[in-house]
């Protein structure tokens, strides 16, 4: 009997359309509905120097108006569809998703290829746009984490694009015209520079749909992702990216609130990097879950903080690795104390066999648990074809996870989490630094 049905997946149908764009088919006969992911293959870190933030605005754009329809009428048709449609831009990527019943697909898919390849861009609407993204830009800034964050990754990162905000800045948003809108709508959504993925309960007549409806065309000079590009190392890399002005190791923002939020950490990897099962095993170690160790420690030993976790974010050229949360003022010094307390025993005595294994079984719960639904594995189709360019079956990844040795875990613990090396940012109300302890 076959306990690990995850070995037998099949790979998603994989084709170039005409003008370029890769067409990722993945049938789930047990499904209900149908979900279908129109991704772009570059995001905010490719974005040229003085238009910071543009994907994100025409991310917005395309649903203010097409050639046929009004903003009003696009959403409209939609509801009466019964369809949940989503949008959203990231540093690599940006992406355009609907989940429909399959007898409402071809009516979704006809109204979304006209809204993404057909916009109106007019003039009142961008002018009304620039204002809702401003505000959106002011909320982020008023919302303390999402600011520390910002800047904590413009400080990491440096001269390095992926340190820019995803949404821009207000100067910027306010300089797109029409005109440079519809340039860069035909620099961005182009065939070259299209995946699409779709998954689910799938009829036979739905490639052709799509094929008809999507297939953009190729623009010359657009230039596509290059998969497994080589990461520097994370020590190196704050020196060679970082600001030479700016302090690598402190950052304090001070506002008017309560609380003092935290981001305590380092460059890390890229996806395609050979230490970046290693680095996630660690960040789950550390504070992935209620067992973890600084989860443990600050909350439940010590109960310093209410939040308090470890993440990795992991992108197409380098990523970072941090612990995060919030705190009374009062209790940020002891905080960073037992976060660097904690660190240093993970590289002074490495992880137990049954810390690994337990682990092991959480991550490879999580990435068996992606192959479940159908938005699931239209992400992972896509994100796959442009990470990648290839689709990569769970079971490499699970075997994957297997292999990593205790060894690889004391190298990477040593090379990305050394409490020396890290970046401590805080935001916080005024004095809130002078609590933190560092050696």
């Not at 609907?98 to 697909?105: A, N, T």
């Not at 401003?134 to 400080?155: C, G, K, M, N, S």
């Not at 948003?173 to 959504?189: I, T």
């Not at 992991?314 to 660190?343: F, H, N, Q, W």
């Amino acid at each position: 009997m076959n306990f690990d049905p995850y070995r037998n997946e099949n790979a998603p149908r994989r084709e170039v359309l005409p003008g370029g764009a890769v067409l990722l088919t993945t049938p789930m006969n047990t499904a209900h509905a149908v979900t279908l992911g129109v991704w772009l293959r570059i995001g905010s870190q490719d974005e040229p120097d003085g238009l910071g933030g543009i994907s994100h605005f025409l991310e917005h754009m395309v649903f203010k108006g097409s050639e046929n329809h009004s903003a009003f009428e696009i959403a409209q048709c939609f509801d009466s569809m019964g369809a949940a449609v989503d949008a959203f831009t990231t540093k690599d990527a940006v992406a355009f998703t609907i989940k429909v019943l399959p007898e409402y697909f071809e009516s979704a898919v006809k109204l979304l290829a006209e809204m993404l390849l057909k916009p109106a861009f007019e003039p009142k609407l961008v002018t009304l746009e620039q204002s809702v993204v401003i505000e959106e830009i002011q909320e982020a800034l008023d919302t303390p984490d999402d600011r520390l964050h910002d800047a904590y990754a413009a400080r990491l990162y440096g001269k390095h694009r992926r340190g820019r905000p995803i949404l821009g800045t207000p100067g910027a948003v306010r300089s797109f015209s029409p005109g440079l809108l519809r340039a860069n709508h035909s620099r961005l959504f182009c065939g070259d520079n299209m995946v699409i993925s779709m998954a689910g309960n799938l009829q036979d007549r739905f490639r052709d749909i799509v094929a008809d409806c999507l297939d953009a065309p190729a623009r010359p000079g657009v230039q596509k992702t290059r998969f497994n590009k080589p990461a520097k190392p994370a020590n190196a890399a704050i020196i060679d990216l970082a600001l030479e002005e700016l302090d690598p190791f402190s950052l304090e923002l001070t506002s008017p609130i309560i609380q003092t939020y935290f981001e305590v950490g380092n460059l890390g990897v890229a996806l395609s990097h050979p230490d970046r099962l290693p680095v996630f095993l660690l960040t789950n170690i550390l504070g992935g879950g209620m067992s973890s160790r600084i989860f443990q420690a600050v909350r439940e030993r010590e109960g310093l903080a209410y939040t308090i976790y470890n993440y990795s974010d992991m992108g197409r050229d380098t990523g970072l690795v941090s612990c995060a949360g919030s705190c009374s003022p009062e209790k940020l010094g002891r905080l960073i104390e037992v976060i660097s307390v904690e660190y240093d025993r993970l590289i002074a005595e490495g992880v137990r066999d049954a810390e690994v294994e337990s682990n092991r079984a959480q991550i490879k719960s999580q990435l068996i648990f992606s192959l479940e639904g159908v938005v699931n594995q239209m992400f992972r189709a896509a994100r796959n074809e442009i990470y990648y360019g290839r689709f990569v079956p769970v079971v490499e990844l699970v075997d994957l996870v297997d292999s990593v040795t205790v060894e690889d875990l004391a190298r990477c613990a040593k090379a990305y989490f050394e409490p020396d090396s890290m970046l401590v940012a805080t935001h916080g109300p005024e004095g809130a630094n002078n609590n933190i302890y560092r050696n």
